[in-house]
Nanobody, 124 residues
Framework: VQLQACGGGLVQAGGSLRLSCAASGRTFSIYYMGWFRQAPGKERQFVAAIRWSGGTFYADSVKGRFTISRDNAENTVYLQMNTLKPEDTAVYYC???????????????????WGQGTQVTVSS
């Protein structure tokens, strides 16, 4: 599976951005597609995930502000980020998990395919 992420940028606090991640290749094997982020000097952390068969999951820190969705026809996942905060500043990565029946959507070790990352910077 190949992943192409885009949509990052610079935005003021309170603003919005939408990230997208297009999957190609063996997309039939996707179980989850997720977004993770890594801020400077910090470990990569889970942001949101969508299960290909249905269901969305969010980190507590973004619940109510971020929405993950999917375009079935395009095998593309979007992350709509609203009410952005400076602490949302990070490099955002999309990733694919192909392990079926796993419930560990939040665990980066479950994801075997990663996009290149896109920078999101939120100014105060």
């Amino acid at each position: 599976v190949q992943l192409q992420a885009c949509g990052g940028g610079l935005v003021q606090a309170g603003g919005s951005l939408r990230l997208s991640c297009a999957a190609s290749g063996r997309t039939f094997s996707i179980y989850y597609m997720g977004w993770f982020r890594q801020a400077p000097g910090k470990e990569r952390q889970f942001v949101a995930a969508i299960r290909w068969s249905g269901g969305t999951f969010y980190a507590d820190s973004v619940k109510g502000r971020f929405t993950i969705s999917r375009d079935n026809a395009e095998n593309t996942v979007y992350l709509q980020m609203n009410t952005l905060k400076p602490e949302d500043t990070a490099v955002y990565y999309c990733a694919v998990a192909t392990t079926t029946r796993t419930s560990r959507y939040y665990d980066e070790n479950e994801y075997g395919y990663w996009g290149q990352g896109t920078q999101v910077t939120v100014s105060s």
